[in-house]
């Protein structure tokens, strides 16, 4: 079994899995959901990681909103095509179908609308590829349960006061978003604590329960005709 291990990180997250060679784990599971070739939007893109992978793996033309002077000079130095953005406000600019994936990793959390983001994502996207912490997690729950406070861990390592996160979720409540907006899930991951991707055929409260992370990869209700369909929970890794 592929040893992977969790190394300090930058703008998104304290620790990430990481494989053997270097790559994160959640960032694997969203590229592989991503078409060869697609014109993609990474929205809250850090220090331009995914954003370089999606370009060296799947050859894609990639562009990013980041919030943080700090990463979008870290994109620029790595010649990506990145612009300082407010997802909560930007991204009512741009027109519909304008790319064919729009990305929200490790973000949507962050955001002060989510169900607002979520449905300009889907207006400006073909697709929509959404990652975020579980806070269903049992060690959440327990921590919470014994501890009585805010919990830490290794997806979420900041105290209540200092967090970037405004709007924590399960992956049971994003479930019931995507219901509310009009969001089909033509795709969805949920990863456990090292990484690794939970049964596919596995019941959603068990997705909840033992899931660090989830990855959906998101349409618009009703395009190709695909109304009523149900989700594909199949793993990327």
């Not at 983001?117 to 327990?142: A, K, Q, T, Y």
């Not at 979420?156 to 979720?169: E, G, K, M, V």
């Not at 907006?181 to 991707?197: H, I, Q, T, Y």
């Amino acid at each position: 079994m592929t040893m992977l291990t969790r190394l300090k990180q930058d703008l998104t997250m304290a620790e990430a899995v990481r494989t053997p060679g270097g790559a994160r784990v959640d960032l694997l599971a969203v590229a592989d959901m991503v078409a060869p070739g697609a014109k993609v939007l990474d929205v809250g893109c850090g220090d331009g990681e995914l954003l370089r992978l999606l370009a060296e793996t799947r050859g894609v033309d990639g562009r990013g909103i980041e919030l943080s002077r700090e990463g979008v000079n870290q994109c620029v130095a790595k010649g990506l095509a990145v612009i300082q953005g407010d997802a909560d406000t930007d991204l009512a600019d741009y027109p519909d179908d304008a790319f064919d994936y729009v990305v929200l990793s490790q973000t949507l959390q962050a955001t002060r609308q989510p169900r607002i983001v979520l449905e300009h994502m889907l207006r400006i996207g073909r697709h929509g590829i959404v990652s975020f912490p579980n806070f269903g997690h049992w060690r959440i729950r327990l921590q919470i349960l014994l501890g009585g406070r805010m919990p830490r861990t290794d997806n979420l390592p900041y105290a209540w006061w200092d967090s970037p996160n405004i709007h924590f979720c399960t992956i049971k409540d994003f479930r019931q978003l995507c219901h509310v907006v009009g969001a089909r899930m033509e795709k969805a991951v949920a990863l456990d604590a090292w990484g690794r991707a939970l049964r596919f055929n596995a019941p959603w409260w068990t997705w909840n329960l033992l899931g660090e992370q989830g990855v959906f990869l998101l349409s618009r209700r009703g395009m190709n005709g695909t109304q009523g369909a149900a989700p594909s929970r199949g793993a990327a890794r």
